[in-house]
């Protein structure tokens, strides 16, 4: 069949077709701009652009400016040096930070003052309301009332050249170099992956772009950082002096190098102005503003000629697809494979050969024809359909409705539960503490209140899961956990402990009440420890230690004569009928040691033993010499460093000097 389209406004339109070609003009505004710097914008909801921008005059000085589709006029603000910022809400309404002087909202031809804080930068969240920034940090502007926002890292700032706010409300502010991401939850959170960013601009998808001051274009989304996402368009090492998103996703990006201007940039095409051409001069642009018609105003600082690209109409003959048909006749001349010469592709709701008419033969656009579909105003029935059982449609045209009642219980699968066995459906008898629905309501009837597996017939406690008769006896808690009627208590040596608190229940004298016997690795009374004596820590315990605060005494260590000291504890002391020497000195150089040192006597010895003894009485070195020896030489540097003693016995005579090792 044929169904007919309304073709008379289109044909009309197609008659009075228009091409559109951009056009560049340069506008002179001297006598309201004034050298500007710092230049923002703004479009209210009737379509006028406001900017505002800093100039110098007697000091730092402000003004605003406002263009009504035809021309440029001055504006007034209440104060004519504290503008700092101006914003447009999500009902067209404009807004201004003044500083000191705090928010204004422009009311009716004329400027209200909101709140009365230093206001620098604006911003509107999702739901309306302001979150405006100054030296102190972020803050919150909700029905009037202004709070402080998380400004933990908040770092201190005058100049401010990015502040934006994303989809989920977190504001990005660029201080200097420093972006800072700030949201309720973290306060200001520095992104450093952005290398020295030197712009940043939201676009509408929700990207945050930063112009990088290597050239390098980023973007964080989500707030994940993507690294040089625009390649081969803006020079590499120069950074950008503007940047722009319009409403189509267009980049309006300020270059410098040899060539300055404005590089209009999108994934199919890219566009350059020169700075010349715009605005009159061969320097940077610093702002391109895009009205929500399309058209870009180009400023730069300390010039009053702004750049102004726009699109006009023109009457000539247009044929944008190239297909030989002009726009009066062509139905759609953006596509080359429709004019009037095309031919007709059925059912594909497209008038390829422009007369007006589209040949359906598929009512319900589910791709198969009413010959083929059993009911062609209903797209989710055609040929290809999935058949849904038990409902008494035929959804996939094969002639038949699909029953299915699996179990022959008189009840179809979409109302029984368990469709293959006749026992259970919505008639059936609901069984107790089976854990099947019998009857299909949904529910099991359980009289097993904690859950544990056992009714509460053999379940001796029904509201606690861990007793239950599969239980494990805890002994010795005054609980039956297994449900047998009997508690169950250990305490096999019968020495009043039970098991649960006796580290041995197999020995009577070993319970939290013994008395801890030292230096027998036997924790008595179960505090955890084993009791230890060795005072001297010379590895010898208090029982076999004769002296336990003295470490040169021990089982181990080598007796001296004739000190009265029974330093190996054998019970004795060892004396021998050795004199000392009444003459001789012994000479030890150096002394302290750290090497070769040289022990020296005042006359020859004969049949002489030498021993050099450690601090704990063990022997280190022992030298003997049946001949005169009136010296010799030992080496100290594998020695440990201390004190130890030289014993020197000659004939029937000894004598002891000390020897440091350091």
Known sequence: MKKQILILLCLALAVLAYAQEEKIEQVDLNGILNSPFDIEGAETANGDVWVMHSFIGNGLESALMRYDGEEWSSETFPCNTCLRDIKVDQDGTLWAAADTEGIYKHVNGSWEQVVENT???????????????????????????????????????????????????????????????????????PRTESFNPVLIEMAPDGKLWTAENTGVLSYFEN??????????????????????????????????????????????????????????????VHKVFITSKGEAWVFQNYNNTVGHIYMTEVTEPVDADEDGFNADVDCDDNDPAINPDATEIPNNDIDENCDGEITVIDNDQDGFNSDVDCDDNDPSINPDATEIPNNDIDENCDGEITVIDNDQDGFNSDVDCDDNDPAINPDATEIPNNDIDENCDGEVTVIDNDQDGFNSDVDCDDNDPAINPDATEIPNNDIDENCDGELTVVDNDDDGFNSDVDCDDNDPSINPDAAEIPNNDID??????????????????????????????????????????????????????????????????????????????????????????????????????????????INTSNFSKGVYIVNVVSENNFKNERLVVE
């Open 119 to 189: 206001a620098i930068k604006i911003a509107f969240t999702s739901d309306g309301n302001i979150k405006f920034v100054n030296t102190d940090g972020v803050f919150n502007l909700i029905d009037g009332a202004v709070t402080e926002s998380n400004n933990t890292g908040s770092p201190t700032f005058f100049a401010l050249p990015g502040f934006e706010i994303d989809n989920n409300d977190d504001l990005w502010i660029l201080k200097s170099m420093d972006l800072f991401q700030v949201s309720p939850n973290s306060g200001w959170t």
């Open 223 to 284: 707030g994940t950082y993507n690294y040089n996402q625009i390649t081969g368009v803006f020079p590499m090492g120069v950074k950008a002096t503007a940047i722009t998103i319009d409403q189509e996703n267009n980049f309006w990006v300020g270059v410098q190098g040899d060539n300055p201007g404005v590089t209009k940039y999108n994934s199919e095409a890219t566009k350059k102005y020169k700075s010349e051409a715009l605005v009159g001069s061969a320097s940077p």
């Open 524 to 633: 008595e009374n179960c505090d955890g420890e084993i009791t230890v004596i060795d005072n001297d820590e010379d590895g010898f315990n208090s029982d076999v230690d004769c002296d336990d605060n003295n470490a040169a005494i021990n089982p181990d260590a080598t007796e001296i004569p004739n000190n009265n000291i029974d330093e190996d504890c054998d019970g004795s002391d060892l004396t021998s009928s050795l004199e000392e020497f009444e003459n001789l000195k012994i000479s030890i150089s150096p002394n302290p040691s750290k090497g070769n040192t040289r022990i020296s006597f005042t006359q020859p010895l004969n049949n002489t033993v030498i021993k050099i003894i450690g601090f704990d009485g063990k022997v280190i070195q022992r030298i003997e010499s049946k001949s005169a020896l009136q010296y010799f030489d």
